[in-house]
């Protein structure tokens, strides 16, 4: 076999120095059956090793045995089965050639969008605790948008995973936007649609906006592949390094970047970055709804002696002139909103643990206010019943004294007393 320098120079003797073989042959010093070889290969020549056979070779037919039954079973069941004591390795990438055998194969498309049809959601959970008062300090989920036409991303971490905060995040960020796509493409999301069908407040929030949430197949991560890999994105570029001192700073920071870095870079698929695209995939949107729909959580309750309302684990202080009357009560991402008889009769800033008791200064020093009350009211009240029990009156209000029954013994001549000098019935005398 001739060296890669040989072939390279036999084609040039022969192609541009014009020389006939056998004289290539004699400068060169090699047959002239090597250079007509040379000549006709239009590749260089490469070095071929002959192929080895595997130690997996020899059990290559139970493998398939076993694929056959199941084919799901991990290499390492499949090793247990047919006794393997040698590298595990080898073995994994054989059974990694033989599953689509038996499994077929499923491939992913590449897919363009046209401007405004779809943008793809999805929640990730950044690995770093974020402080949120009171000593505590919580892994947050942080809410992803990506457009299918432009790329466009934006996030925003959310208090929780349930459908209130969810749908409140969307808010957010679709009123950033400006526009909402026609369809919003959502995994097996449990407030979204865990069951395979979309939860109420998720189907209520698709028809104010007037879109359709549609949900991705089961275990099938490659259907909003855009998305998965912002959030990869995310991992790698954004989160290294950087330190937040809260929920707020987190939101700033994020946006500050997803702005200025994540849209304005060149994506090797669209051949150009987010941002110039955007004008065009927001145009084609549908323009966002004159008002807000229902989002954040919500619980209504008949307010309780101790005026708290309980909503996203913690307790809040509510104005206690409506104790025993039904409150509404709204946690959105910042604020908590009390209301009764369409009254707001409590507003808190929105505290992101768990646990904690919120109160308002006023609310407790109203409480004791109508406590006093309280107090007051029933000892007159107390007094009243005490005079009325010693007196009467006619219908006029005139007042009649009561006698004691001592005045109607006297009055009658009885003495129901007995009299020392008056010896009691059957006493004996001397």
């Known amino acids: 076999m001739i060296t890669l320098e040989d072939w390279a120079e036999i084609r040039r003797l022969y192609r541009s120095e014009k020389l006939s073989k056998a004289a290539i042959a004699r400068r060169l010093g090699i047959a002239r059956n090597t250079v007509a070889s040379a000549l006709s290969s239009d590749e260089p020549p490469r070095y071929k090793r002959a192929p080895k056979g595997s130690l997996v070779d020899a059990v290559e ?9 199941d084919p799901r079973m991990p290499a390492t069941v499949i090793a247990e089965r047919i006794g393997w004591t040698n590298s595990l390795t ?3 990438e054989r059974v990694r050639e033989l599953r689509p055998l038996f499994t077929g194969v499923d491939p992913s498309d590449r897919v363009s969008y046209d401007p405004g049809q779809i943008a793809q959601c999805d929640l990730w959970f ?11 300090q919580l892994i947050l989920p942080v ?23 969810i749908l409140a995040g969307m808010w957010t960020l679709i009123s950033s936007w400006g526009a909402v796509p026609h369809t919003l493409v959502w995994d097996r999301e449990s407030a979204i649609g865990g069951t395979g069908k979309l939860t109420d407040e998720a189907a209520s929030f698709a028809g104010a ?43 700033t920071q994020i946006g500050e970047w997803v702005t200025g870095t994540a849209n304005a870079r060149k994506l090797r698929s669209i051949g150009t970055t987010p941002t110039a695209r955007w004008s065009i995939d927001m145009a084609a949107m549908v323009p966002v709804p004159p008002f807000v729909p229902s989002t954040g959580l919500r619980n209504r309750v008949r307010l309780a002696r101790d005026y708290y ?22 946690a959105t991402l910042d604020q908590v909103i009390a ?28 409480a004791k206010q109508l406590r006093s009350q309280f107090h007051t009211i029933r000892a007159q009240r107390s007094a009243a019943a005490l005079q009325a029990r010693g007196t009467r009156s006619h219908g006029d209000g005139h007042v009649v004294a009561i006698r004691s029954l001592p005045d109607y013994d006297a009055l009658f001549g009885v003495d129901f007393h007995h009299h020392s000098d008056e010896p009691a019935e059957g006493a004996r005398t001397s």
């Open 143 to 165: 809410l992803a948008m990506t457009s299918g036409h432009s790329h466009a991303t934006a996030a925003l971490m959310i208090p929780s995973r349930k459908a209130g905060d």
């Open 126 to 136: 950044p690995a770093v605790p974020i402080p949120v008062g009171g000593g505590q």
């Open 309 to 330: 309302v309980r909503i996203g684990g913690n307790d809040y202080s509510v104005d206690p002139r409506m104790i025993g009357r039904f409150v509404e009560v709204v």
């Open 90 to 92: 080898i073995l994994k």
């Open 209 to 251: 906006l007037g879109v359709r949430i549609k949900l991705a197949p089961a275990r099938d991560p490659e259907y909003k592949g855009l998305t998965e890999r912002r959030n990869g994105y995310f991992e790698t570029s954004f989160l290294p390094g950087r330190v937040f001192t809260g929920p707020a700073d987190f939101n």
């Open 339 to 366: 209301t009764c008889a369409e009254q707001v009769v409590a507003t808190h800033a929105r505290y992101w643990g768990t646990g904690a008791t919120i109160t308002d200064p006023e609310h407790v020093a109203r």
């Open 61 to 69: 037919p139970r493998i398939r045995l076993l694929l056959h039954d």
